[in-house]
């Protein structure tokens, strides 16, 4: 067990050094133990350093102390009460506390049973040693004394290592302690020798419950021994003494009372009086400043006098009086002087009940009230009936104000007084036109609307108010062009030439002058229909190039002009020129207002099979554009449509009108060889003004 010992310290002391600089394992300990004693909370206790192994230390050394005080509270309960009854809560804290208590009452009923207190009985190694400590309490021997060293018969002084100089040859140095003799050890006074044989270990006095420590005292542990703490204070004029007593404080010897020059001290059981100087004769009274007064006898005495007499308070005394005769209210003493008669009120000169019926009674009087008072007996008087807070919400519907002798009843806002002057009907406000259009009546209250193309104003609530459509959020696609705000209502309108407002009276439809005739166009040109407007377009082909189809009238969007190479007889140049043919298409585009993707507007399409491959080589197309790409707002892409190459004319980027631009397209089918021809396409695209 040493050389184990050593290693988990050094090992311990290497993780301290690393983030403690030089608190030691021990240090750590004993703050814990110290926090513990102070019955801090173990587990958020401040860290002193920053070490893993010191925290671990310092908690469990603080959780130790903490358990070992819960554990003699536990045996001193089980010694003052002999029952463990008042910890039957078994709560975390008093887990130990308990555990404790019953194992010190099984020792102390092994002892009653003359049963050997060393048993077997697996209960636990705290739970055996608080149970063999209880069954063997009272022995001289385990109340602890002061710490000393065991004397030992035939022992000379130990050396530095702590062996006999005269039994080290039989021990062979092995004992921490003291050598008996035949390689036996033992230990000093306080503690107990360990398993090995050779180590000795500290007793813990208030675990085993060997203390003498008193009620009201808590058991500390120290190495060898242990103290008494005393729990509580003593309290206001006591102070503790040195053998843990409290002894009462003479406030008047020391001189800390509060007496004035008047009054001398006198000691009592934890405090003091003040005992006045002067002596006060019969008849007074001393008051807190010493200065003796007065005593009205005849108040604070029952009956000093004699019936029939009077009592009259004098300086330090009384005296007492014949009573002469006093009527109280509701008599009068009669002519003679010698006794009372009744008084009737109702026929005096005061009218005792205002208005109101007087009825005279032996000794009072009794008033007759009207309708809607009552009789206040102690007043005597008639007071009027607050009959709306004696009979809340049963006389009036709506509001009960209380008057002289009655009541009267009144309606909120919205309602009328009925005829029966209780209940209230319905106030029709609509018939006084409050509205500055339409009103609806409503029970209690009434309601303005406004018809359509109006808001029912936010002052009053009742001013009809003209809603401005082309000001409100979506006003702005409430027309394709202009919106035009009118009472109550709004019109669209298109721009002057080239548009008509459609059926809806929202949007512009396109005027397709071509269809209508109202163009200008030539017998020799053709009509092109474009989004507010036309084009008056006529097409040559070039040399050794002759048209496809005759010329029309009216160009649509799908008409396509093509122009194929004719040459003349022996014409080498033209016959080896790899352009086939040069067309012409029409297309007409808004500007587009939200351009998140690109529009795909013109579609090439092949005869060219995709991937195809023939017994001269294989075959593919290509698409470029050569003119006017305007601000570079077109690309052509290829794909595969149907198994053949498809050429894709996009626009990616948006335009502004109104513009015009030709677009000229190349496509050329490609062999393994050679270029086997090239098609050009002129694409006439004309971008209106306006995104409709």
């Known amino acids: 067990m040493g050389p184990c010992a050593v290693l988990l310290c050094s090992a311990f002391g290497v993780l301290l050094g690393q983030g ?25 206790l401040p860290l002193i350093s920053e070490s893993i192994p010191c925290r671990i230390v310092q908690e469990h050394c603080c959780v130790t102390v903490l358990e070992d005080n819960m554990c003699t509270t536990g045996i001193t309960v089980a010694k003052d009460k002999g029952v463990c009854d008042s910890l039957f809560t078994n709560t975390c804290e008093t887990k130990t506390t308990k555990m404790c208590c019953d194992c010190c009452l099984l020792g102390k009923a092994t002892q009653a049973k003359d049963l050997p207190c060393d048993h077997n009985l697996s209960v636990g190694y705290q739970c055996g040693l608080v149970s063999r400590a209880c069954c063997v309490d009272g022995a001289p021997d385990n109340q602890t004394t002061p710490t000393q060293k065991t004397e030992l018969p035939n022992q000379d002084e130990n050396t530095d290592n702590g062996d006999n ?76 003494t040195d053998d843990n007593n409290c002894k009462d404080i003479d406030e008047c010897e020391t001189g800390i009372h509060n007496c004035g020059p008047e009054f001398e001290c006198q000691n009592t ?39 029939g007499q009077i009592c009259i308070n004098t300086v330090g005394s009384y005296v007492c009086q014949r009573n002469s005769v006093n009527c109280g209210r509701g008599y009068h003493v009669n002519e003679e002087g010698t006794r009372c008669v009744d008084l009737d009120e109702c026929n005096g000169p005061e009218k005792v009940c205002a208005g109101h019926g007087c009825v005279n009674m032996i000794g009072s009087f009794r008033c007759e009230c009207e309708a809607g008072y009552t009789f206040n007996s102690i007043g005597r008087i008639c007071e009027d009936v607050n009959e709306c807070r004696h009979y809340p919400g049963r006389l009036c519907a709506h509001k009960c104000e209380n008057i002289l002798g009655s009541y009267k009843c009144s309606c909120t806002n919205g309602f009328k007084l009925a005829a029966d002057g209780r209940n209230c009907d319905d106030l029709n406000e609509c018939e006084s036109s409050p509205c500055s259009q339409e009103c609806a009546n409503v029970y209690g209250s009434y309601q303005c609307y406004c018809r359509r193309g109006y808001q029912l104003s936010d002052i009053d609530g009742m001013t009809c108010e003209d809603i401005d459509e ?18 109550g209502s709004f019109h669209c309108s298109c721009p002057v030439s080239g548009y008509t407002l459609a059926p809806n009276g929202r949007s512009c439809q396109d005027i397709d002058e071509c269809v209508t005739g109202t163009h200008t166009c030539t017998v020799n040109q053709s009509c092109f229909n474009v989004q507010g407007g036309f084009r008056c377009l006529s097409f040559e082909c070039p040399n050794n190039y002759r048209r496809v189809g005759e010329t029309v009238a009216r160009l649509q969007r799908s008409d396509t002009i093509r122009c194929t190479k004719s040459c003349q007889p022996n014409d080498v140049a033209c016959v080896l020129d790899p352009m086939h043919s040069v067309s012409h298409t029409f297309i007409s585009l808004p500007t587009f207002r939200e351009f998140t993707k690109p529009e795909e507007i013109v579609f090439l399409r092949t005869t060219v099979p995709a991937y195809g491959s023939y017994h001269l080589g294989s075959y593919d197309v290509k698409f470029d554009i050569l003119e006017g790409n305007v601000q570079n707002a077109f690309d052509v892409i290829k794909r595969v449509e149907n198994g053949m190459y498809v050429g894709v004319v996009r626009q990616v980027k948006s335009l502004i009108g109104p513009l015009a631009t030709t677009l000229k397209l190349s496509m050329r089918n490609l062999t393994t060889q050679s270029d086997s021809g090239q098609n050009i396409i002129n694409v006439h695209m004309f971008v209106s003004e306006f995104w409709f």
């Open 269 to 307: 059981q934890g405090s003091f009086r003040c005992l006045p100087k002067v002596k006060c004769g019969p008849g007074y009274i001393q008051d807190a400043l010493g200065n003796c007064i007065d005593i009205n006898e005849c108040v604070s005495q029952m009956g000093p006098c004699h019936r």
């Open 20 to 44: 403690a600089g030089q608190i030691s394992i021990e240090d750590c300990c004993k703050d814990g133990q110290r926090r513990g004693n102070d019955n801090e909370d173990c587990a958020s």
């Open 165 to 240: 100089s005269i039994l080290g040859d039989q021990c062979k140095g092995k004992c921490a302690h003291d050598c008996v003799g035949n390689g036996t050890c033992a230990c000093f006074k306080g503690y107990k020798l360990k398993p090995d044989g050779k180590s000795c270990e500290d007793i813990n006095e208030c675990l085993l419950g060997a203390s003498n420590c008193r009620g009201g005292e808590r058991c500390i542990n120290t190495e060898s021994s242990f103290r008494c703490q005393r729990e509580v204070s003593c309290g206001t004029g006591y102070e503790l």
């Open 470 to 487: 082309c000001a409100l959020p979506t006003g702005g696609h409430i027309c394709s062009y202009r919106c035009h705000n009118t009472p």
